[in-house]
């Protein structure tokens, strides 16, 4: 396991896996939290056999993989079913995190996490780091990339923590205002700060 494990963050659109990609070029081992998120829901899996008991097989497609259209319906209709799908899936992706975590050899790790604080997955970590940008510069980066309405991207940005809880909150910060070189020079001057932590 490595000795230091970083957990990174951002909004919408932030930078985060344009980070997280120089990050892995460096050789950087790295675990996804939303990759995890649908791995522990994967066919096979007691979580997915767990969600076929509660909301019965009319949840899963022909293939036995979860209709996740289907189950988006049952959380909007009734509030009770996304507790009760948080309280069996939170603790099962915190394992499966910590297990990959545990299993990571680079001198350093990263958990990517959009919703870092707003989970409260920063206490699983050492240290943590934002990627920073203004919210016009945000939302332009998410139209652009997504090909989604403004309105529909801001609506997202507001139910995410606001920049600046996420700016008191972190330990380090990316500024990812300018282009992508000068991130990557951000983003090695960081790295080379925690090789020297590790
Ligand atoms: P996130 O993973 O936080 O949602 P991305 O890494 O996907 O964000 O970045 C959002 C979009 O902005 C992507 O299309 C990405 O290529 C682009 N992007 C990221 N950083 C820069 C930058 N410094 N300059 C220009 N475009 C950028």
């Not at 990609?21 to 790295?30: G, K, P, R, V």
């Not at 939303?34 to 509660?54: F, K, N, P, Q, Y």
């Not at 001198?107 to 206490?123: M, R, T, V």
């Amino acid at each position: 396991m490595a000795n230091i494990i970083v957990g990174l963050t951002g909004g919408i659109g932030s930078g985060k896996t344009t980070v997280a990609n120089i990050f892995a070029e460096l050789d950087i081992d790295l675990v996804d939290a939303d990759i995890v998120a649908r791995e522990v829901v994967a066919v096979g899996t007691e979580g997915l056999a767990r969600i076929a008991e509660h909301f019965g097989d009319e949840i899963l497609n022909p293939d036995a993989s979860l209709n996740r259209a289907k189950l988006r319906e049952r959380i909007f209709s009734e509030p009770e079913n996304l507790k009760w799908l948080n309280a069996l899936l939170h603790p099962i992706i915190r394992t499966e995190m910590c297990r990959q975590l545990d299993s990571t050899h680079s001198p350093y790790s990263i958990l990517i996490a959009p919703l870092l604080f707003e989970n409260g997955l920063d206490k699983l970590v050492s240290r943590t780091v934002l990627v920073d940008i203004s919210p016009e510069q945000q939302r332009n980066r998410t139209v652009l990339r997504d090909s989604v309405p403004a309105h529909q991207v801001q609506s997202i940005i507001d139910s995410q923590a606001s920049r600046k809880d996420k700016l008191s909150k972190a330990d380090d910060i990316i500024d990812n205002n300018g282009d992508e070189s000068a991130l990557r020079s951000k983003v090695m001057a960081l790295h080379n700060h925690y090789l020297t932590l590790s």
